[in-house]
């Protein structure tokens, strides 16, 4: 039979919580006379589990258990039993309680069912932390969801926080909510609360809530300032850097490191080399050939503390090695190709526009008093030659009277 008045708490408790949750409260005597115990009630924040008795009994014996088959069980002397805040219970899936009196046949048994159509609520769901403090949170609709269906996401960071909805969701070609990012994010040590209602005007719309631990879904930043020192071939080359930023580690001794170091003139055939893993802030390259160009990328994850184990994202890759006599050689031999192309370009402009005898003028000679002729004798000459070659006649006419 139903106990009205735990369905009635219930119901009122789902709806302050977050947004109105579809869910049935049924509770069952095992035994054939009414039960003492009456309003079951539970606070599913701090995870309280009350009831009223008709009766006075020393000891109870509380339990609650998910549909996993995890089962909580605790002895206690009134009519109130806290479980442990950090079993985080999800409803979604739904949840099964009792109520004994130890040495008696008084008992009471109450199931949380999810109320809504079978298949309608969101699969797939997943969030992922990156940069430090974004959040995205993804999922799919319930096969069995309608159309219409909307999709509407709440989260507590804390039992201590409020409550938000998603200021930001990610919507598909139909419209519908399929995602959310959240700013400002930051890591505690409790699990955060996460809820994802569907509304339609066709039919109800089952819920979705899960218990999430934070910092095991935070994608590590690259490690910061790495850096490669490189002495000489004996000496080897000290490679140094700082940890990856955190919203709530500073203690270095919380990572581990991986670090890939490959020879960038090797052959595509060759494999690379296994990356290699240290608990410190450098590394000693004791492998450095001076003639040779090393790429060096570096990856972080958590080993200890809370920080994900898995490993983050790889630092941008640097080189070390030749790499400075190389580029002094690129650069000399770019001038000489730039004075040698200067040269042809002269060249050619000047056989194309300018004359070879005005750029190669005649040089004046001396002139030689001696054994030469001047251009004044060779005038005077010239001019008697001329003056000797004519015959004067002279003609008298005499008037006849």
């Avoid at 302050?16 to 009414?34: G, S, Y």
């Avoid at 008093?369 to 004067?392: H, R, Y």
Wanted: charged residues 20%.
């Amino acid at each position: 039979m139903f106990d009205t008045l735990g369905l009635i708490y219930m119901t009122c408790w789902c709806m302050m919580l977050f947004h109105p949750l579809h869910a049935d409260i049924q509770c069952m005597e095992l035994e054939a006379q009414e039960s003492p115990i009456r309003n079951v009630k539970m606070n599913w924040r701090k995870m309280e589990l009350s009831w009223e008795s008709s009766k006075n009994f020393s000891k109870y014996k509380c339990s609650i258990m998910d549909m996993d088959m995890e089962r909580v069980q605790k002895e206690v002397n009134s009519p109130l039993c806290r479980f442990p805040v950090e079993q985080y219970i999800s409803l979604h899936k739904g949840v099964f309680f009792t109520i004994e009196v130890p040495n008696t046949n008084t008992s009471k048994s109450c199931t949380f069912n999810p109320g809504g159509t079978n298949g309608s609520a969101i699969v797939n769901f997943s969030c992922v932390i990156y940069n430090i403090s974004f959040m995205n949170c993804t999922w799919q609709a319930g096969k069995n969801a309608p159309g219409d269906t909307q999709y509407f996401l709440y989260w507590q960071n804390s039992r201590d926080d409020k409550e938000m909805e998603c200021e930001l969701y990610f919507k598909d070609e139909n419209g519908r909510n399929i995602g959310c990012r959240f700013q400002n994010v930051t890591i505690n040590s409790e699990k955060a609360y996460f809820l994802v209602n569907g509304s339609s005007k066709d039919s109800l719309i089952q819920f979705h809530d899960e218990y999430i631990q934070l910092y095991k879904i935070e994608i590590l930043t690259p490690p910061l300032n790495v850096t490669a020192n490189c002495a000489g071939d004996s000496a080897g080359c000290v490679i140094t850097w700082q940890p990856p930023l955190t919203s709530h580690v500073e203690n270095i001794r919380c990572f581990q490191y991986e670090i890939s170091i490959q020879n960038k003139d090797r052959s595509k055939e060759a494999k690379e080399d296994a990356p290699l893993r240290v608990r410190n802030n450098s590394y000693n390259f004791q492998n450095y050939n001076k003639k040779k160009i090393y790429t060096l990328r570096i990856r972080a994850r958590g080993k200890s503390c809370l920080i994900s184990s898995n490993w983050g994202e790889w630092s941008e890759p640097i080189e070390f090695g030749r790499g400075k006599d190389y580029f002094i050689s690129v650069i000399l031999f770019l001038i000489a190709l730039g004075t040698i192309s200067m040269s042809v370009l002269q060249y050619c402009l000047c056989k194309r526009y300018c004359s070879v005898k005005s750029i190669f003028s005649p040089v004046p000679q001396p002139r030689d008093k001696f054994n030469a002729s001047t251009d004044e004798d060779i005038q005077a000459e010239s001019v008697n030659l001329t003056k000797k070659s004519c015959t004067e006649e002279i003609t008298m006419v005499e008037e006849m009277t």
